[in-house]
């Protein structure tokens, strides 16, 4: 997986660094070589002695140290590797990234490095949720560093909630999809819809759903990693455009429906869009008035085109692989199982969209990848190393097509 890579893997001081020594682990096992750099918080949780005896290398912990400098220097230590992982990534080492400092080894390099860097963040709940946290780790993501996890659940401290690292598993799933070929899918042509459709009741009034767009944002973006030209057909969301991804953005069904039609031919679609199946019959032009009698309007519905049906239609402009999401809040696999079959797509993703999932607008997803004669139960991931998984199945399929 990892043959022919080079990772540096920055070890920061959490409670979640035990788990670090699992990774280095995995990716050794992968093929990868590894570097570790620990920082002095780091110390306290994992010795060098660790590190070094499962990575096989020398283990870098001091910026002002005379023997590091002449083998290796803090700028190669930066430069050399394919990717960064930064596990766990403390909120203290977030705050220090955000404004730039480089008055340690750790800081130094990741300010000096022009390669993927890939945070796992880890602190307690309320440390994760505290606004200066979420503030900065919505710069330090704008600015391009990439993010796994944090899940959630009991915590070291005692208390329960969001802010465990990601499992090494899928730290190493992610850092699969930083490193991955990205010749797999180049000269392919995808589409992917993402967010929800807003459908007008009057200028002011939309009927809407719960979608945040991260879903197929990250399958646009891990189609992307493998080299794809990817159009975009976005709804309303609050996302950045992803990097190398060309985007539209659209309101409406029908709007989504005109740009999914204008950007092919295709190699593959993929729709995660939560299109609304109706929409208002007759749209007011102007804001619709309450009345005097206090009567409230009654709103005619009609459907909306739908777009993955219409995608999967078989026609000279049919992408080869179709793959289609289902939102189901009951009866999951057998209703997905039907819209397979109704819409005529290839594969349908299901997953449960029921409010306790914390699938519409959470960062992970438990999907179900359905085949016309097979199923595959994913265990939860973040909805980046779902988007990768899915990514790396898409292309498999049009490899064994070509
Ligand atoms: O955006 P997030 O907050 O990250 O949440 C992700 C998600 C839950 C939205 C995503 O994982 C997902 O399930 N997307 C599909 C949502 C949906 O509308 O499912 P559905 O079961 O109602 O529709 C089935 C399929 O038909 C979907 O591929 C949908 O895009 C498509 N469809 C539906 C209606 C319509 N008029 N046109 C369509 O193309």
Redesign the pocket.
């Known amino acids: 997986m990892f043959d022919g890579k080079q990772i540096l893997l920055v070890v920061a001081g959490g409670i979640a660094a035990y788990k670090s020594l699992e990774l280095v682990r995995l990716l050794k096992a992968g093929g990868a070589r590894v570097r570790c750099l620990l920082t002095r918080g780091g110390e306290q949780f994992v010795t060098p002695l660790s590190l070094a005896a499962l990575s096989g290398e020398k283990v870098y912990q001091d910026l002002f140290s005379l023997t590091d400098e002449q083998e290796m220097g803090h700028i190669r230590l930066a430069r050399e590797p394919d990717l960064v992982i930064v596990a766990p990534t403390t909120a203290d080492l977030m705050a220090r990234l955000r404004s730039g400092r480089a008055d340690d080894l750790a800081c130094a390099v990741l300010l000096a490095t022009d390669k993927p860097v890939l945070l796992a963040p880890a602190m307690n709940v309320r440390m994760w949720e505290n606004p200066a946290t979420m503030e900065n780790l919505s710069v330090l993501e704008a600015r391009g560093f990439h993010r796994v996890g944090p899940g959630t659940g009991d915590m070291a401290c005692g208390e329960w909630g969001e802010g465990r690292m990601a499992e090494p598993a899928e730290i190493l799933e992610a850092a699969a999809g930083f490193l991955a070929d990205r010749t797999r899918l180049a000269g392919r042509h995808a589409i992917v819809?993402?967010?929800p459709t807003h459908e007008p009741i009057d200028p002011v009034r939309y009927i809407a759903n719960?979608?945040?767009?991260?879903?197929?944002h990250a399958v646009a973006a891990a189609l992307a990693d493998l080299g794809a030209r990817v159009t975009l057909i976005s709804g309303p969301v609050r996302l950045s455009d992803p990097r190398g991804v060309a985007v539209t953005h659209v309101e409406s069904?029908e709007d989504m429906l005109q740009a999914c039609t204008d950007a092919l031919p295709a190699d593959v679609a993929v729709?995660?869009?939560?299109?609304?199946?109706w929409k208002i019959a007759d749209a007011a032009r102007n804001k619709i008035k309450k009345q005097a009698n206090g009567a409230p309007p009654s709103l005619a519905l009609t459907e909306?085109?739908?777009?993955?049906?219409s995608l999967s239609a078989p026609g000279a402009t049919r992408p080869a692989l179709v793959v289609?999401?289902?939102?189901?809040t009951e009866n999951l696999l057998e209703n997905a199982r039907r819209?397979l079959a109704r819409?005529g797509c290839d594969w349908l993703?299901a997953?449960d969209?029921s409010p306790a999932t914390g699938?519409?607008?959470g960062d992970r997803?438990q999907v179900h990848l359905m085949t016309r004669n097979a199923q595959e139960d994913w265990p939860t991931m973040d909805?980046t190393a779902v988007a990768r998984a899915l990514a790396g199945r898409i292309a498999d399929a049009l490899e064994a097509q070509a």
């Open positions: 819809t993402s967010g719960r979608s945040s767009g991260k879903q197929g069904a729709c995660a869009a939560a299109v609304a199946d909306n085109p739908d777009i993955l049906a289609g999401f289902a939102a189901e819209k819409k993703v997953n969209v699938t519409f607008g997803n909805k």
